[in-house]
């Protein structure tokens, strides 16, 4: 059992979930599930019906409005509150029924920034967590994470005088300090200047790219599309749709001078596929350079050619638009 005084407890709000025992093996192989998950407060439907996965090696986002349920989602995906239906399967293990033994798989940041200890260092709020986790000759690690977010130089100084910059990164450090399988994270750059963001994003991506699966929330679109594999749209406490961002073929975009025209003949070039009118541009998948080389033969004036790419924010404010309207 932990033993600390009640002097050390941290703040209300610390939300730092911590590893407790052995992994399990998991046939689905998706690193964490959510199944058919709905939340009341009251009569009042928050979620309904959420279900979704992330596969190892995945960074999946969840985007939606102010009030669509995100922290309420992510508190039920990491066991701080229970569902009034549904399950979250962590490697396949049930989230509620699977003990501490399941949670030690996974790190995370809820309701972030994570409160710490104000009074101890960045280090040693690390140690803590360390020993709440049960890691053994941790100094090694923390010194680690400490490097790879920047907080080297302000470890030994109390969190107190730390900016909102710091305690997100701190936060971030302290959730990936045990080396999580699945990585939960709500807001992990909201505070930070736009290098912090970009430190972030490389450290979540590397995460990634090692394996980890990483479910984070986030108001910043634009930023996100450039690393998750998947993005989920929350509207009105439902999961109105996914967006698989990594998967997108190579899609172009031309302007030529009669583009219904250019449309209907591009339809029959080798090479060329889906190809649709989009305002006054041709859109289409496919050969760049067979679609060109066939439209001058044909004599069309083509202006530009660019490749179409996808605006994610632009695509989430439709979205939400219509599921509003
Ligand atoms: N403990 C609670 N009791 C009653 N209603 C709650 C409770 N927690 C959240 N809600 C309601 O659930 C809805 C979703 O809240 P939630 O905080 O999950 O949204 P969010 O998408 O994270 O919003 P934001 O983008 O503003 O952080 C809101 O209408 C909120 O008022």
């Known amino acids: 059992m932990l033993k600390h ?3 050390l407890e941290p703040r209300k709000g610390l939300r730092i979930i911590t590893p407790m025992g052995a992994p399990a093996a998991n046939s689905s192989g998706a690193a964490l ?12 439907p928050v979620l309904e019906g959420i279900t979704f996965a992330v596969q190892p090696g995945e960074v999946y986002a969840l985007a939606g409005p102010n009030g669509s349920g995100k922290t309420t989602l992510i508190r039920l995906l990491t066991g701080l509150a229970f569902p009034t239906s549904g399950v979250v399967r962590m490697l396949g293990q049930d989230l509620y029924n699977g003990g ?9 940041v809820v309701e972030a920034p994570a409160a710490f200890y104000p009074h101890l260092t960045g280090r040693q709020n690390l140690e803590m967590v360390a020993f709440l986790t049960g890691m053994s000759r941790p100094e090694a690690r923390i010194r680690e994470v400490l490097a790879r977010l920047e907080l080297l130089a302000v470890a030994d100084q109390p969190v107190r005088t730390y900016s909102l910059g710091q305690r997100q990164r701190l936060g971030l450090a302290s959730a990936i300090l045990h080396e999580p399988q699945v990585l939960i994270l709500d807001e992990p750059t909201s505070g930070l200047d736009p290098q912090g963001i970009g430190r972030v994003h490389e450290i979540l991506a590397e995460l990634a790219w090692k ?3 990483v479910l984070l929330s986030t108001h910043h679109l634009r930023e996100v599309s450039a690393y998750a594999d998947r993005v989920g749209i ?17 899609t172009y975009r031309l302007r030529v001078d009669d583009p219904a025209r250019a449309a209907a003949f591009l339809k029959t070039v080798p090479g060329v596929q889906n190809v649709s009118l989009r305002d006054v541009s041709v859109v289409f998948e496919g050969s760049p350079n067979l679609a060109l080389a066939a439209l001058v033969r044909e004599n069309f ?4 050619l660019e490749p179409d790419y996808f605006d994610l924010y632009e695509y989430y404010r439709e979205r939400v ?5």
């Open 5 to 7: 005084s009640t002097s």
């Open 33 to 44: 599930e959510a199944i058919q998950l709905s939340k009341r407060y009251g009569r009042k």
């Open 100 to 108: 501490y033994a399941i949670r030690r798989v996974l790190g995370a």
């Open 211 to 213: 394996g980890v699966a």
């Open 234 to 250: 929350l509207g009105g406490g439902r999961l109105l749709e996914e967006v698989r961002l990594g998967a997108r073929g190579e």
């Open 301 to 304: 004036q083509v202006r530009f």
């Open 321 to 325: 638009k219509h599921a509003s309207g």
